[in-house]
């Protein structure tokens, strides 16, 4: 008969295979800030760069459905619960898209942008669409935010090394 340390030993890598562990704890967290947040005690007022900052963190976290994160953001920041407007944020950073596809974060333009830096050493804030790609909606699931950003990556490296080597990636 099975002690209940490898009860346990067992039942916790089932749920890691599963991939619900992860989402489990980040569940509980949640719910224990929400049951410990003090609503009496005021947020402090959110300056314009914080709002616009947690905004593109809150557009990243839902992008990649870190849901729970997302939440707790929200209740302990005091964002606003409605989000803000893409274009309204593309405004306020005075930056424009190339890409007309506005399901990948701004974060993502924002880190393509510095990843690939400027060649006359003038910082124009230029948001094109990242080397990422939206979800397929024919694919049986969204590749996970890591899974995107190790392509992304991968397809940096290899348009550097055709900068290098003179060849087109």
Known sequence: ????TELKAVLKDTLEKRGVLGHLKARIRAEVFNALDDVSE???TLSHENLL???LIREYLEFNKYKYTASVLIAESGQPVVPLDRQFLIRELNA???SKDNTIPLLYGILSHFLNG???G???TFLKGSSLQPPNPNSGRQPSGREQME????RES???AGEITGQKF
Do not use: Y
């Open 42 to 44: 005021p947020r402090p």
């Open 158 to 160: 290899c348009r550097e």
């Open 122 to 124: 003038i910082q124009n």
């Open 96 to 98: 424009f898209e190339e």
């Open 118 to 120: 400027t060649k006359d």
């Open 1 to 4: 008969m099975a002690t209940v």
């Open 151 to 154: 392509c992304f990556l991968e």
């Open 53 to 55: 900052i947690n905004e």
